[in-house]
């Protein structure tokens, strides 16, 4: 995955693919060596996805995304997440009278951090269970995922920051529209770094640094495509 040469993200799906294996071959073995033997099962889904893969070879994009004469043109950033993985992908509309043409300028994905581990404590009563038998055993304490709502902002906050990388090789003050399906993230935005509680306000300051709130729209997540609707699968 890290070899795969694409700076504009035009693959991230499959790229994307790519990572999860990898996250999940990382949580299941965490102290294999690097010439682990995988079992069958992770071994056939890894076959599976490098076969997958001969399929980018007959991958083509246009190198251009302009109509000729044309005489309008917007831009539309897509944000989207899930447990697993945030997404952000890019699309240019150029008009010309009654033709229009649509293309991916970029896009980007990442998986999402595994929960942290529980830090360990003394063992307390409340920790302890009594079993029918009158056995004593430990109440193992589950990781909390992040919550759904705070990686909606974190795939807006990567949306934002797909545009100020690729910003300066667009025309003067391009018309850029961002959309999300999360009327909780948006809501968040419209307010501002005003909610009191410390990650939310940290990544709407930055958001809004490189964008203004009245470029935010909601879209309904059926309508979310390629790259954030990749990282919404699961």
Known sequence: ???MYDPLG???PATLEGKKLRQALERNH???????LLPADETKEWHNLAKSYTILQQFELPRTFAIENETHRCYHVFCDASEIAIGAVMYS???ENNRYKINIVTAKSKIN??????????KTARDLQILPSGDVEMIETKQVPLQINRMELNAAL??????ETIKLRLEKDPIIHFWSDSQVALQWIYKGP?????FVDTRIKKIL?????RQWQHCPGICLLYTSDAADEE
């Open 1 to 3: 995955v890290a070899r």
């Open 10 to 12: 035009w693959v991230a």
């Open 30 to 36: 965490p102290k294999a060596d690097w010439d682990f």
């Open 93 to 95: 509309i150029s008009y």
């Open 113 to 122: 951090p595994l929960p942290k581990q529980p830090k360990s404590k003394k």
């Open 158 to 163: 990567l949306g934002a920051r797909l545009v």
């Open 194 to 198: 005003y909610t009191g509680a410390e």
């Open 209 to 213: 640094k490189t964008t203004q709130a």
